[in-house]
């Protein structure tokens, strides 16, 4: 079955220094990877995706991820944190069932950046 | 395009009470999924709609749940009757039916059951 890990409930990261969030998976097939962000009162937003290809992703506000397939991690990354960055992270891994499957999500951290 | 929108965003009932949740995918989305995230914990998948059909429910917590997508579009998750333990923030998301779409998500249904 297919699982993922956030091994940090929190992140604490200083404004202008670089950021990383770490996310771990297991699964039984080929990884779909996404990451979302949760801003307060709001929907999960998407930030980027690794299905194949490059293992460095690129997406939205200047975040990337690095997919490792040797220790199965896809770490959240982003070299310059802002303060408007805090906010709630979720990796997930969606289900290899069928084409539409559902995304399996992990419990989350909270990132907070200071100024 | 119009996001996915869920109605209402705050629900307060008392326990043995029901309530209804609606969700609007956006359109031309056939797949349509509903999860939860009970007291700052992990997201939980509930179900999962193809069009009208239901792909997979082995998230539905019990027979008190009931999800429909009549017709295809919007969809209602129904909790009759409410306990305590479904308090919770209950988000909708819909996507097309590839591998590399990501899910849109809507805002959410905080549900609070006193």
């Known amino acids: 079955a297919q699982s993922v890990a956030q091994p940090e409930d929190q992140v604490n990261v200083a404004e202008g220094n670089p950021l990383t969030v770490k996310c771990t998976y297991s699964?039984?097939?080929?990884?779909?990877l996404f990451w979302y962000v949760q801003y307060p009162n709001r929907g999960l937003q998407f930030l980027l995706k690794?299905?194949?290809?490059?293992?460095l992703v690129k997406g939205s506000y200047g975040f990337e991820a690095e997919f490792n397939k040797s220790q199965t991690s896809f770490h959240l990354k982003k070299p310059s944190a802002l303060v408007s960055d805090s906010a709630l992270y979720f990796c997930?891994?969606?289900?290899?069932?069928?084409?539409?499957?559902?995304?399996?999500f992990g419990q989350g951290t909270e990132l907070s950046v200071k100024p | 395009e119009a996001g996915v929108t869920q109605f209402p965003s705050h629900s307060v009932i008392e326990k043995g009470q029901t309530v209804t949740l609606r969700c609007d995918p956006i359109?031309?989305?056939?797949?349509l999924y509903w999860y939860r995230r009970v007291m700052g914990k992990e997201i939980k998948f509930l179900l999962h709609?193809?069009?009208?059909?239901?792909?997979?429910e082995s998230g539905m917590p019990n027979n008190r749940f009931l999800a429909e997508r009549t017709g295809g579009t919007y969809s209602t998750l129904k909790v009759q009757p409410a306990e305590l333990e479904d308090s919770g923030v209950y988000f909708c998301?819909?996507?097309?039916?590839?591998?590399?779409?990501?899910?849109?998500f809507g805002n959410g249904t905080r549900l609070t059951v006193t």
């Open positions: 998301a819909s996507s097309q039916g590839r591998f590399n779409s990501p899910l849109h």
């Open positions: 699964v039984s097939g080929n990884p779909y």
């Open positions: 690794y299905i194949t290809g490059d293992n």
């Open positions: 997930a891994v969606r289900d290899s069932g069928n084409q539409g499957g559902k995304l399996i």
């Open positions: 359109s031309g989305h056939d797949n």
């Open positions: 709609f193809v069009k009208e059909s239901k792909q997979d």
